[in-house]
């Protein structure tokens, strides 16, 4: 059974610094595309980082420059470096298979409360 463990999240003033961390069981995260996403509320879950079975990443532009997703492919785990974080950073993050496919579960989310 596929599981995602994220950690890391917590209360940080504007341009402070967090990593997540992404511990997957059931799944070798290597093989997959994996993502780190935010749901902020009221607001539509978005793909912030990705990063592809080939290495390759991406990043969406509001993150693009700031946020660096990694993998340890020792530990099964995908990380999220933080770095110049902005009220509107804020949000529940999680990490997931981009393939929609897969979107059918989440795990149970970190919280990233970005305020002065």
């Known amino acids: 059974q596929v599981q995602f463990v994220e950690s890391g999240g917590g209360l940080v003033q504007p341009g402070g610094s967090l990593r997540l961390s992404c511990a997957a069981s059931?799944?070798?995260?290597?093989?997959?595309?994996m993502g780190w996403y935010r749901q902020a509320p009221g607001k539509q879950r978005e793909l912030v980082a990705g990063?592809?079975?080939?290495?390759?990443?991406n990043y969406a532009d509001s993150v693009k420059g700031r946020f660096t997703i990694s993998r340890d492919n020792a530990n099964n785990t995908v990380y999220l470096q933080m770095n110049s974080l902005k009220s509107e950073d804020t949000a529940v993050y999680s990490c997931?298979?981009?393939?929609?496919?897969?979107?059918?579960?989440w795990g149970q989310g970190t919280q990233v409360t970005v305020s002065s």
């Open positions: 059931g799944i070798t995260v290597r093989f997959y595309d």
């Open positions: 997931n298979r981009m393939a929609t496919k897969y979107h059918d579960y």
């Open positions: 990063i592809f079975s080939t290495s390759i990443t």
